[in-house]
């Protein structure tokens, strides 16, 4: 397997080689590949150097699997290039998710749908993906009529810039701002760009890829997201009503046998999912689950995850193990 990483240099890019190092994965050569100012620079993979190159030498170079964590512009204008030459792309960014001919994946929940045909593929949204890892298994259950989502989401979910002006706010110096105010000790109800109906982009990401992955255009769904000064993980306040009845000791039980979902629920022991307890890890945490008293057949959730992780790199290199594991790479 000859692999490629686009975007190697970035925070997703970073950990996505962590997560690579550890995968079952049999890598003959790694492709870093980077921006105009990174080419050249050493990169250290399993023992061995590699250097980083241009998109246009990984392109020369034909991988078997592109991971794209560059943005959405250079995925729409690369993806497909990468494609026609018989590279499956991975790709991190929003570019290609609601295309109706791409899938989107988490392959806990729908790896099964990925075809030998399938050249590029969607990784969701991290926030999306550490909620629908929750809500799959409740929803062939059960049967989800709404969703109420409220999100926590780290400054990581910006980039290194986003953390540097966090870090430089807290030690008292004046630091370069990628949101339009300070970002510690605040909160911010703004991720992403404003749209014309008054959410952000963030927002409908939630809406549109969670009735996608799980494959109910009816569940009605509202979210509003909010940048929190963390730097462990995405957390999200999410209230769902579900079709047939259900109790709190089915939905446990239901979750603990999922693949990649920790329950941490025991209220009385102050035991639930904090993000400064995620980072780092591959698996999604879930606790304060319990019975909504003003409605019928709902509940309320927390749930945690770190989003550089399962919520980017780790799905995406999960996503390539399954293409290897089942031969779907030339």
Not at 79 to 90: L, Q, R, S
Not at 132 to 158: C, D, E, K, N
Not at 201 to 217: A, C, G, P, Q, S
């Amino acid at each position: 397997m000859r692999i490629a990483i686009v975007g190697v240099t970035g925070m997703v890019g970073t950990e996505m080689l962590h997560v690579l190092a550890d995968s079952p994965i049999e890598i003959e050569e790694l492709i870093p590949v980077a921006s105009q100012r990174s080419v050249g620079k050493k990169i250290l993979f399993r023992d061995k150097e590699y250097k980083v190159l241009t998109l246009e030498a990984a392109l020369d170079a034909v991988p078997d699997i592109a991971i794209f964590s560059a943005g959405g512009d250079l995925s729409l204008m690369y993806a497909p290039k990468f494609a026609a030459k018989g590279t499956k792309v991975i790709d991190n960014s929003s570019a290609w998710r609601m295309d109706p001919d791409k899938k989107l994946i988490v392959p806990e929940i729908n790896a099964h749908l990925i075809g030998p045909g399938d050249m590029i593929i969607a990784n969701p949204n991290c926030s999306t993906i550490q909620m629908v890892m929750t809500l799959a298994p409740l929803h062939r259950r059960f049967g989800i009529r709404r969703l109420v989502i409220s999100t926590y989401q780290s400054v990581s979910g910006t980039g290194k810039r986003a953390v540097d002006q966090m870090t430089g706010e807290r030690q008292g110096e004046e630091v370069e701002k990628v949101y339009p105010y300070t970002i510690d000790r605040n909160c911010l109800p703004q991720c992403d760009v404003f749209m014309d109906n008054g959410y952000t982009k963030e927002e409908m990401k939630l809406v549109n890829e969670t009735r996608k992955i799980l494959e109910d255009n009816n569940i009605r769904i509202t979210a509003t997201a909010v940048r929190v000064p963390v730097d462990g993980g995405h957390s999200e306040s999410v209230n769902v009503e579900f079709e047939k009845e259900a109790t709190r000791e089915d939905i446990i039980a239901i979750l603990n046998e999922t693949e990649g979902v920790v329950v941490q629920d025991d209220p009385k022991n102050h035991i639930y999912p904090m993000p400064l307890y995620s980072k780092g890890k591959d698996e999604v945490f879930v606790g304060r689950i319990r019975k909504d008293e003003s409605l019928d057949n709902a509940f309320n959730f927390w749930i945690v995850a770190d989003n550089l992780r399962k919520g980017a790199a780790t799905n995406a290199v999960q996503i390539a193990t399954y293409l290897w594991k089942n031969t779907l790479v030339h």
